[in-house]
């Protein structure tokens, strides 16, 4: 089979044809059959998904799924593209899960989505409009029954003072009529279908735009029946000019105007509330650096972040490694009942050992001042530089199991022979550790080390639930405090109280993602020095 | 070349699987639309529920669906995200017809106009004026109340007898807990800083909360500020007391007063505690009035089925007999006031209506985040250690340029 793809002499066309079909000719049959079993289930779920897509009219997620199941198609059944069949499935999870999380983040930084601004503009003008209706003082409840003609739908409702019928729609005021009556209320009149309440919950759209008017002037009010059996007279305070694209506050004649900035805005500045989302541009940007009341804390946020990362890293790595050369040692009895007792406090979730560490931490109640410290009063998590030092002494904890493992693999992959070497040639322990052992360890370990760096810039978790990042700044108006790293910085600036602030958030992680990223870059670089060591 | 053909079996076999993950995010997504907010034409209420609630509307909803032919789908959802995912789903046309949550969520849904007016009509005077107010957001009722919560005082009658009658009576009988926390806890501190006249925002003519009035400044702020500073001192206050620390002392039988509220009763009875609620003890002689929670019902402003809705709520869950049935779930005052005279029967229940008669809807106006932001901080300083005057004078001014 070989002979035929690897010709010696150049072939003709015919040849090379030839060539082909013999090699198609020689692969067992099962194989084909397995890849067009296999294509055709691919293919049948792209065209579920289709149909599924297409009752909902998402056309373009439609566009990318025919798009791509066209591609795989074609890749899988060409005789060539033999790289392409290794590729593709790794590309498409590539985009779905990397691609487009990435870039809406990146979309989000650059709107003004957040608490105010959620939706869309025509969500926020009905949403405006339907708060903006307000009862008429003192109006009674009047029973209504829906009623239909020819598509058009209607209010049969029934004056609770003189018990007469009245009949109106969205275009015609509310007229006395001759109706049937059922206990009072009037429930059928000639001309109109009666519609059973079971239909008229379905009815939503069109009950929520039948606004009856009470009669000629527009002051009397118009009568809505939100629950399709009482209805209610209303006033609307705002009013929409879609033309003009302005609402107008007809108590008070001020004009609120589409400026551009998501909410619709009075000449004064005073915005009606909910807006729209809009893209604001670099804006989430230049408030995340120039903003006064973030700009102060940001500055020992990022010094203390870079402290807490560096010393996470190198404390872990230290202890890990001082421990895996200590376990190492083939002399030490019980070594496998050490090791498992080693990585225990990586078999439990870090968050929950971090709420443990602050029970055992408060200073008037925790086990290491009651019990250890006999009664003594360490503000272990209250006191700014103390809660430092227990971030990084609980962090230790949680971290260095991971290094242990790490070394000890590592270690266990350097031969022996190179012990021996050294020890024949002279070496004493700590020289055959220091010039052998530990470049040969940083080959396999420099890498871990970068992700270990990264990982603790962003380890929320342990920040949140330790210290909460206090105790706080008593000098900035933002609820940040000593302890607070960027990204748990972020998550307070834009997440607590009662706005959130969705853009800013985003604006903030590519920051932080810059950061971190040219950090790895480089030292992955240095990385490769190392590597050329041996 | 054999290789190269298994190669592409096992490609294919992942194409597959990316293929199917692909066409499962999206329908992934687009199914939810379907289940979550029905098709017109056919009524199904998709109700959004605190998980511990679920069993309680179970029989309600069943008979709803008796009675009305509209399905009621119960969903349960952890507290935790059920305010923000309803209120980034909503926009998206996604998101149930009716969430369950609690009153001070309204500020939020509102400025995000995802929840819809609700017309509670006549039978508004039916509720607990406290549950109305609550329930009420800039004029407009949003939500149908069914619970009302505060907090009120835990006495172990077996250590102390009778009710203390002043804050200085109940420290000389036992010792008194209460949560804080390093970050303080406002909530539970508010009942001794309204003794002192000085609520959080003053209210305008129709009753709702002024964000232009700030009263926190006012002479009483600080009056409260010395003694929170004095309580600290004396260790009646202390800011390593959090929740749990609290329970387990009041448990333990070590603390003979608990200011809490009627989710740590059950823990307490079932310690064996013979438990008594009392009002909070006024340290001024003024009424002590505590926050008051209201639970209840939001409708979303892009539910497809708005009239159903309006009618479960108003006219199902509103009725006597539905909220004696979530009261008996969750133990909770029904903001009814038939079905809370009804559920008084209960000595505990009888005694947290009876605190809550003085209590105060909690704000639910945005301003309230930026004071709940500072407040506790503050006032865990001063526990601390911090001046009085200096600290809560900054905590006056971080939360009025907050709200600018």
């Known amino acids: ?534 | 070349m054999k290789v190269n053909k298994r190669g592409i079996a096992a490609a294919g076999a992942i194409a597959i699987v990316s293929t199917l993950s692909l066409a499962g995010c999206s329908t992934g997504t687009s199914g939810n639309d379907s289940a979550d907010s029905g098709d017109a034409g056919t009524s199904k209420l998709v109700v959004w529920v605190d998980a511990e609630r679920v069993d309680a509307l179970k029989d309600a909803a069943a008979s709803y669906e008796d009675k009305t032919g509209v399905t009621v789908q119960l969903v349960g959802k952890s507290v935790d995200d059920m305010k923000d995912d309803f209120i980034q789903q909503v926009p998206t046309g996604k998101g149930p017809d009716v969430v369950m949550g609690a009153h001070d969520w309204l500020g939020e849904l509102s400025t995000n106009g995802v929840v819809a007016p609700l017309e509670l009509g006549d039978s508004a005077d039916d509720y607990l004026p406290v549950a109305l107010q609550a329930a009420t957001y800039d004029g407009t009722v949003y939500m149908l109340p069914y619970a009302v919560e505060n907090i009120a005082v835990l006495r172990n009658a077996d250590l102390v007898p009778t009710a203390p009658t002043s804050f200085d009576d109940m420290i000389s009988k036992g010792t008194f807990v209460v949560e804080q926390g390093a970050e303080g806890n406002p909530y539970h501190l508010y009942p001794f800083q309204t003794a002192f006249g000085a609520p959080v925002f003053g209210t305008d003519d129709s009753g709702s909360y002024d964000s232009t009035d700030l009263q926190l400044g006012s002479e009483g702020g600080f009056a409260f500020a010395d003694w929170l500073a004095a309580q600290g001192t004396a260790g009646t206050l202390n800011t390593d007391i959090d929740g749990e620390i609290a329970k387990q002392q009041f448990l333990d039988g070590k603390a003979a007063f608990w200011l809490t509220g009627p989710w740590n009763v059950g823990a307490a009875t079932d310690a064996g505690i013979n438990v008594e609620i009392d009002p909070v003890p006024s340290p001024t002689g003024e009424t002590a009035s505590p926050f008051a929670g209201v639970k209840g019902f939001f409708v979303s402003a892009e539910s497809k089925n708005k009239v159903a809705a309006n009618d479960f709520l108003v006219n199902y869950l509103g009725t006597e007999e539905v909220q004696l049935a979530l009261f008996k779930a969750g133990n909770v005052l029904p903001a009814l006031t038939a079905a809370a005279d009804t559920a008084a029967s209960d000595k505990i229940v009888a005694g947290f209506q009876a605190v809550g008669a003085d209590a105060v809807p909690m704000p639910a106006i945005p301003a309230m985040g930026a004071v709940w932001q500072y407040w506790g901080v503050a006032e865990a300083a001063i526990i601390n250690g911090a001046d009085p005057k200096t600290t809560w004078q900054k905590l006056v001014d971080d939360v009025a340029a907050a709200i600018k």
């Open chain 1, 1 to 534: 089979m070989t002979e035929t793809v690897e010709p010696t002499a150049p072939q003709t066309t015919r040849q090379r044809r030839a060539a082909r079909i013999a090699e198609a000719a020689s692969v067992p049959i099962g194989w084909i059959l397995l890849k067009i079993l296999l294509l055709a289930v691919v293919d049948a779920v792209a065209v579920y998904a289709v149909f599924v897509l297409f009752t909902h009219a998402e056309w373009l997620i439609l566009a990318v799924v025919v798009a791509v199941t066209v591609l795989v198609n074609y890749i899988y059944f060409s005789r060539k593209r033999v790289p392409a069949k290794y590729l593709t499935p790794g590309i498409i999870f590539l985009v779905v899960f990397q691609v487009f999380t990435l870039l809406y983040t990146g979309y989000i930084g650059f709107t003004n989505y957040g608490t105010g601004h959620n939706g869309s503009k025509e969500q926020a003008v009905s949403s405006l409009l339907a708060s903006a209706q307000e009862r008429v003082e003192d109006s009674p409840t009047f029973p209504v029954t829906v009623v239909e003609q020819f598509g058009t739908y209607g209010l049969l409702v029934t004056d609770p003072d003189s018990g007469d019928a009245l009949l109106g729609t969205a275009d015609q005021p509310l007229q006395q009529v001759q109706a049937e009556f059922d206990g009072g209320k009037a429930v059928a009149v000639d001309g109109w279908t009666t519609l059973p309440l079971a239909t008229v919950f379905t009815l939503s759209e069109e009950l929520e735009n039948l606004s009856v008017p009470f009669s000629d002037d527009p002051n009397d009010g118009s009568l809505r029946a939100p629950d399709g059996q009482s209805g209610y007279l209303y006033v609307s305070t705002l009013e929409y000019d879609a033309d003009a694209d302005a609402i107008t506050d007809t108590q008070t004649g001020t004009v609120y105007a589409d400026i551009g900035t998501g909410a619709f805005t009075a000449d004064d500045g005073t915005e009606l509330l909910p807006g729209w989302q809009v893209t604001v541009g670099f804006d989430n940007f230049v408030r995340a650096v120039t903003d006064s009341s973030i700009r102060g804390p940001l500055i020992s946020v990022t010094i203390w972040t870079f402290v807490f990362a560096i010393i996470s890293v190198a404390s872990t790595f230290f202890l890990g490694l001082l421990l895996a050369l200590v376990f190492n040692n083939t002399r030490m009895r019980f070594r496998n009942g050490y090791r498992i007792i080693m990585i225990l406090p990586y078999a439990f979730p870090a968050f929950l050992s971090a709420l443990v560490w602050a029970g055992m931490m408060n200073e008037s109640f925790g086990f290491i001042n009651q019990v250890i410290f006999g009664g003594a009063d360490i503000p272990w998590l209250t006191d700014p530089t103390l809660a430092k030092v227990s971030i990084l002494i609980v962090n230790l904890w949680l971290g260095f199991p991971y290094m242990f493992l790490v070394c000890m693999g590592a270690l266990q992959g350097i031969p022996e022979d190179v012990n021996e070497a050294a020890v024949m040639d002279g070496a004493n322990p700590w020289q055959i550790f220091r010039r052998i052992k530990l470049p040969l360890l940083l080959v396999t370990v420099a890498p871990l080390l970068i992700s270990s760096f990264a990982f603790n810039f962003n380890n929320f978790n342990l920040i949140y639930m330790l210290t909460g990042g206090g105790p706080r700044f008593s000098d900035v108006s933002i609820p940040v405090g000593h302890t607070d790293i960027l990204i748990s910085m972020v998550y307070k600036v834009a997440f607590t109280g009662q706005t959130r602030d969705y853009g800013l958030a985003s604006a903030f992680t590519i920051l932080i993602f810059l950061v971190v990223a040219t950090i790895s870059i480089v030292s992955f670089r240095k990385t490769k020095a190392l590597e050329e060591l041996n």
